[in-house]
C-alpha cells in the first residue's frame, strides 16, 4: 500500500522556523520527484518546492527560495522527505501537503502530481 504522510506542522511566530517532514511508503517513491505544496483558505494549492528522486536536483518557488530547503533520504522501499523553512510569514499559514509525481523537471501545477499526504497546519501568527 503507497501512503504518504506528513507532519511536523503547527504553531510558529512570525520570523521563526519549522521543519516538515513526510514518509512516503512505497518502493516506487524512491523513483519519484516528490515535493511540497500548500493551500491557504480560500486559495488555490501551489507549488513550493520539489526534489528529484536521487536528490541531485531542487527546485523553488521564487517566493521562498533562500529561505526553505528541501531534501530527501530514500530506503529501500521509503522515501523520507524533509522541509526545513526559515523566517517564516504569516502569510504562509497553511496546509502543506508532500506530493510525488513521476517526471522531471517537476511540474508547479498541483493536477499533474499523482501521489497525495493528507497535510499539515502551519499556523503562522503575527
Known amino acids: 500500500q503507497v501512503q504518504l504522510v506528513e507532519s511536523g506542522g503547527g504553531p510558529v511566530q512570525a520570523g521563526g522556523s519549522l521543519r516538515l517532514s513526510c514518509t512516503a511508503s512505497?518502493?516506487?517513491?524512491?523513483?519519484?520527484?516528490m515535493g511540497w505544496f500548500r493551500q491557504a483558505p480560500g486559495k488555490e494549492r501551489e507549488f513550493v518546492a520539489a526534489?528529484?528522486?536521487?536528490?541531485?536536483?531542487?527546485?523553488?518557488a521564487d517566493s521562498v527560495k533562500d529561505r526553505f530547503t528541501i531534501s530527501r533520504d530514500n530506503n529501500k522501499n521509503t522515501a523520507h522527505l524533509q522541509l526545513q523553512m526559515i523566517t517564516l510569514k504569516p502569510e504562509e499559514t497553511a496546509v502543506y501537503y508532500c506530493?510525488?509525481?513521476?517526471?522531471?523537471?517537476?511540474?508547479?501545477?498541483?493536477?499533474?502530481?499523482?501521489?497525495w499526504g493528507r497535510g499539515t497546519q502551519v499556523t503562522v501568527s503575527s
Open positions: 526534489i528529484s528522486w536521487n536528490a541531485g536536483n531542487t527546485y523553488y
Open positions: 506530493a510525488a509525481e513521476s517526471v522531471l523537471p517537476p511540474s508547479t501545477d498541483n493536477a499533474d502530481w499523482d501521489y
Open positions: 512505497g518502493r516506487i517513491f524512491t523513483t519519484y520527484t
